[in-house]
């Protein structure tokens, strides 16, 4: 809950980053975070443009990387979110090279709902790097529900 707060002042303070990846057995967190950056990152008339919602099941790496590289127009940044991305489980790890090396003018969200990353894999270790953040969303267990509601 605090990482979600400081994720989301982060971003209204205006220290966005390249790549989000949002990952998870809670879906509740990852969707809110992805529509938080979708909503407040571009204003409602660069939007048109410069905003993009993919579905895992229809993209592949390839086609995100190459939507990702492009530059924004009439904006200063392009928002991808990749939602259902958890389809290109298979692929995922081809995404490494472009977090090394992202497009500044790219805001990549990445919804990996209901699995996690593989942690000795090299794309989890290059989101670490300035260039990224991984968010992990772990389910709440029946002792903390009451906790989270009270909050």
Known sequence: MEEVKRLIDDIRNGK???VYFLMGDEGYY????????????????????????????DVSVDDIVSNAKRFP????????????AQHLSRTIEQLAPYVENPQPSTVLVICYK?????????LHKVLKAPNGLVFES??????????WIRK
Request: aromatic share 8%; charged share 35%; net charge positive.
């Open 16 to 18: 966005i980053l390249p």
């Open 114 to 122: 209901y699995k996690k990353l593989d942690k000795r894999k090299k």
């Open 138 to 147: 772990k389910k709440l267990y029946e002792n903390q529900v009451s906790e």
């Open 30 to 57: 990852i969707d809110r975070i992805a529509e938080f950056i979708g909503t407040n990152v571009l204003t409602e008339e660069e939007k048109g443009f410069n905003q993009m919602v993919l579905y895992g099941k």
């Open 73 to 84: 127009m009439m904006a200063e940044r392009q928002v991808i979110i990749v939602k259902e």
